[in-house]
């Protein structure tokens, strides 16, 4: 990562604003559309989640948007849940 592209970055986690509610399946959409629109396609890529919540569903829909967007191949995805209430 470039210090430019690192400035970018941090400025948009500024952003991030909890809400109260844990969408496991929205926040891996945002992630796979980045994933597909790279501009270099390496052969393997990795996604890094974290979680403090519950989402009954993320199992369910993490399987199926795998498929449709067919990035099982190459993108391994390590979970990370804290605080006492969180979906293993």
């Known amino acids: 990562m470039t ?3 690192k400035k970018t970055v941090l400025l948009k986690l ?3 604003k909890g809400r109260g ?3 496991i ?3 891996m959409i945002h992630t796979f559309e980045i994933l ?3 501009r270099e396609m390496n052969p393997v890529a990795g996604v890094f989640l974290l979680s403090d919540g519950l989402d009954g ?3 369910k829909s993490g ?3 795998l498929a449709l967007y067919n990035v099982s191949e190459y993108v391994t995805i ?3 849940g804290f605080s006492n209430d969180h979906d293993p």
């Open 3 to 5: 210090k430019e592209n």
């Open 57 to 59: 569903g993320a199992k």
């Open 63 to 65: 399987k199926e948007l």
């Open 36 to 38: 597909m629109q790279r």
């Open 78 to 80: 390590n979970t990370f």
């Open 21 to 23: 509610a844990t969408n």
């Open 25 to 27: 399946r929205l926040g």
């Open 14 to 16: 500024r952003c991030v």
